[in-house]
């Protein structure tokens, strides 16, 4: 009998390998850049190299992207600190926060909180996929109370912006 392995029944941003490696590079880079400055002004010092190497980490931290992943009945996102983990077939509150950087929040009954970015969503259809199976779980069940008319209307634009690449793919556009 085969055991089923969680490690390959999930989903999880497939752009997120290229933003942190541009997020290395840009700190690598500001890192570099501060020590040749402060080294050609001969002014480097053991005490400065270590306060631009932590403010290289510091600005790593803040350029890194959180990584999402989704499963059979859940969603993570992980971030430089810690993981936090949503059960989507137990959902009981999604909303959507719009402004410079829109955020989705999503609540499950046993307490668990998630924010990610909707583009996340939209440029990975398997996590969209796992994300709305679980949706329509706790809307069956009774336990998403409020925000199935944001997820609707997410899931409409990330269906109207696949059929625009589809046709601007095709030619047709």
């Known amino acids: 009998m085969r055991r089923s392995d969680d490690r390959w029944d999930r989903a999880g941003d497939r752009h997120w390998r290229g933003s942190a490696r541009l997020a290395a590079s840009c700190t690598t880079l500001f890192g570099a850049m501060c020590l040749l400055v402060d080294w050609d002004a001969r002014s480097l010092s053991p005490l400065r190299v270590v306060l631009w190497l932590g403010m290289s980490a510091a600005l790593f931290t803040v350029l890194l992207p959180p990584r999402v992943t989704a499963g059979t009945g859940w969603l993570a996102v992980r971030g430089p600190w810690r993981r936090r983990v949503v059960r989507t077939d137990a959902l009981t ?25 909707p583009h996340v969503l939209a440029a990975n259809p398997l996590v969209w996929h796992e994300l709305d199976t679980g949706v329509r779980r706790s809307v069956e069940r009774g336990t998403l109370l409020q925000g199935a008319d944001v997820l609707e ?12 690449a589809v046709l601007r793919a095709s030619g047709l556009s």
């Open 153 to 164: 209307r997410l899931g409409h634009s990330i269906d109207d912006e696949t059929a625009r």
């Open 93 to 117: 509150t999604v909303r959507r926060y719009d402004g410079v950087s829109s955020q989705l929040v999503l609540r499950d009954a046993y307490g668990h909180r998630v924010e990610l970015d």
